[in-house]
């Protein structure tokens, strides 16, 4: 078994009188492309949001690349090593899609007229750094050709890669996305599926929600099956198929 980058345990988490996570957990291991499904109202954002620090778990433990984080908040969990994009695009739309991945490296790049004639020569040079690392991370996603493109003008799928760009100029352990494919046309799906093939290749580690579950079937190397707020199964996507829980949950159509 590879090294274990993700390992979360005994995650609870209540809103009012609805348990929507009990003793949840999830072990990723490095270099894995891990899927968390479930039907609808199972849990899969809120987890996904505890383990990003958007949400405070009621319990749980929390250790990434054998370190113990805190999800206390979503910068702290940035700083361990996780970047995140979210199932409603959010890019600076008004912003170019280079400035968008020059913003993911946390620069400023927006100085004032003062800042652009006086600016330190170190400054400078960094700065440059900055943005051809971004440029190659719009290449390595796809859209290099519309690095100047003011964000809100690229189409669907690309504004997706773009959140891909962006989450990956924090250089982060772990890729966690937030339904991906979610509005993409077909085409757009099987471009999407190269893509996350391409940055496992990379070493990276990716953890997704998605509702395709034929997607995901294809694309993961191991699932996590949530039904109402609990786990019901883990395990390789042709396992996962003949689960008779899995497919008892997703027939079950109550949710
Ligand atoms: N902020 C919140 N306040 C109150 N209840 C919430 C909140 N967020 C989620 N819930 C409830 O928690 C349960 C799990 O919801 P969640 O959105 O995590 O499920 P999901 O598996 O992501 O569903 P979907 O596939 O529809 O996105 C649901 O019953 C939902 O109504």
């Not at 891990?34 to 987890?47: D, E, M, R, S, V």
């Not at 100047?148 to 772990?174: N, V």
């Not at 099956?225 to 003949?242: D, F, H, M, R, T």
């Amino acid at each position: 078994m590879s090294e274990i980058l993700l390992d979360i345990a005994g995650v609870n988490k209540r809103f009012g009188g609805l348990q929507a996570l009990t003793d949840v957990g999830i072990r990723i291991a490095r270099g894995q492309i891990h899927g968390l499904i479930g039907p609808n109202g199972a849990g899969k954002t809120t987890f996904f949001n505890v383990i990003t620090g958007l949400y405070q778990p009621d319990s749980g433990t929390f250790r990434l690349g054998g370190k113990p984080y805190s999800p206390s908040a979503p910068h702290e969990v940035a700083k361990a090593g996780i970047a995140r994009t979210f199932q409603n695009i959010r890019l600076f739309g008004e912003m170019s899609a280079l400035e968008n991945v020059m913003v993911g490296r946390h620069v400023r790049t927006r100085q004032g007229v003062f800042g652009a004639i006086f600016r330190h020569k170190a400054a400078r040079i960094e700065e440059a750094a900055i943005r051809a690392r971004a440029q190659e991370l719009l290449d390595f996603v796809g859209i290099g050709q519309y690095a100047q493109r003011t964000a809100k003008y690229l189409s669907y799928g690309d504004q997706r890669r773009l959140e891909i760009a962006r989450a990956l100029a924090t250089e982060p352990q772990l890729l966690a996305l937030d339904e991906p494919a979610a509005g993409m046309n077909a085409t757009e799906k099987l471009a999407l599926r190269e893509l996350l093939v391409k940055i496992r290749n990379e070493g990276k580690t990716v953890l997704l929600i998605e509702h395709d579950v034929k997607l995901m079937m294809g694309l993961c190397d191991r699932i996590t099956v949530l039904e109402y707020g609990k786990q019901i199964a883990e395990g390789l996507p042709s396992e996962i198929q003949k689960n008779e829980a899995v497919i008892k949950a997703y027939l079950g159509g109550a949710h």
